[in-house]
């Protein structure tokens, strides 16, 4: 088994039609929902909605440990893990597609590894490049095939939440380097290393970040901007060639 897991987050809990369901097995706690069998194109992957269904569940309550090792127990090898994102380079407009190669981790308090009990020999995972592997190249070619404007590489921030950030806080992340910020990234991405799942990330820009922009963040827009976005992720995912 070699099996595809599409971790979707807001915005894209109705992303695929729904088939058979699964219940994700694992120690670690509470999944945040079951697992539903799509199509995309040519083959079959399972979605796990990040926030649960109904999307209820906020960053920082998410079991990334639970979902992590739920998908690594169905067989799952390979993760694309879509994710809505601010900008903080303020020339990523909203609707803009960015496959990350680099984060800085910001949140604090989440159980973030499976080395924490002893039910794990301690390892210190290699994370230099947090999403290098085969599934972020496809995503691009995906991009290329389906001509859809992919925005190769981004540093994301990944902020506690839910709230969002002060305007002061976004000019921080711009001087350390970042070019995003989301609130979803971590743990999940290191949990997937350190389970030995290919884990790539799709970010879907939604909104300037805070103080990009005179006007206050609006959620109704992030939610237009996401709603017409997810067009493109489908048809992008249809063409992933795996
Ligand atoms: N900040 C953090 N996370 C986000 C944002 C933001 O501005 N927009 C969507 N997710």
């Known amino acids: 088994m070699n099996e595809l897991a599409i971790i979707g987050?807001?915005?894209a809990l109705d992303l695929f039609p729904g088939g058979d369901e699964r219940v994700l097995e694992t120690?670690?706690?509470?999944?945040?929902?079951?697992?539903?069998?799509?199509?995309?194109?040519?083959?079959?992957?399972?979605?796990?909605?990040?926030?649960?269904?109904?999307?209820?569940?906020?960053?920082?309550?998410?079991?990334y440990r639970a979902n992590i090792d739920g998908l690594r127990r169905l067989g799952v090898k390979r993760v694309v893990a879509i994710n809505a994102v601010g900008a903080v380079d303020p020339g990523l407009a909203p609707g803009s597609l960015v496959i990350p190669d680099q984060l800085v981790d910001y949140t604090w308090g989440r159980?973030?590894?499976?080395?924490?009990?002893?039910?794990?020999?301690?390892?210190?995972?290699?994370?230099?490049?947090p999403f290098e592997g085969p599934l972020r190249s496809a995503l691009l070619a995906a991009g290329q095939a389906a001509?859809?404007?992919?925005?190769?590489?981004?540093?994301?921030?990944v902020t506690q939440g839910p709230r969002l950030e002060t305007a002061a806080e976004i000019r921080r992340l711009a001087r350390d380097g970042c070019d995003l910020v989301g609130m979803t990234a971590m743990p999940e991405v290191s949990?997937?290393?350190?389970?030995?799942?290919d884990y790539a990330s799709l970010c879907v820009v939604a909104n300037p970040g805070a103080g990009l922009e005179e006007e206050p963040i609006?959620?109704?827009?992030?939610?237009?901007?996401?709603?017409?976005?997810?067009?493109?992720?489908?048809?992008l995912l249809a063409h992933l060639s795996l």
């Open 27 to 63: 120690d670690w706690g509470d999944p945040s929902a079951n697992v539903v069998r799509v199509r995309l194109g040519q083959y079959k992957a399972w979605f796990l909605a990040r926030h649960g269904r109904p999307h209820r569940l906020p960053p920082h309550r998410i079991d």
């Open 191 to 197: 949990l997937a290393r350190e389970a030995g799942i």
């Open 218 to 235: 609006s959620l109704e827009e992030i939610h237009q901007v996401l709603s017409s976005a997810m067009i493109s992720v489908q048809d």
């Open 147 to 157: 001509d859809i404007g992919l925005v190769d590489g981004g540093c994301i921030a």
């Open 9 to 11: 987050g807001t915005g």
């Open 111 to 129: 159980a973030h590894t499976f080395s924490d009990d002893g039910r794990h020999p301690l390892e210190h995972v290699e994370f230099a490049k």
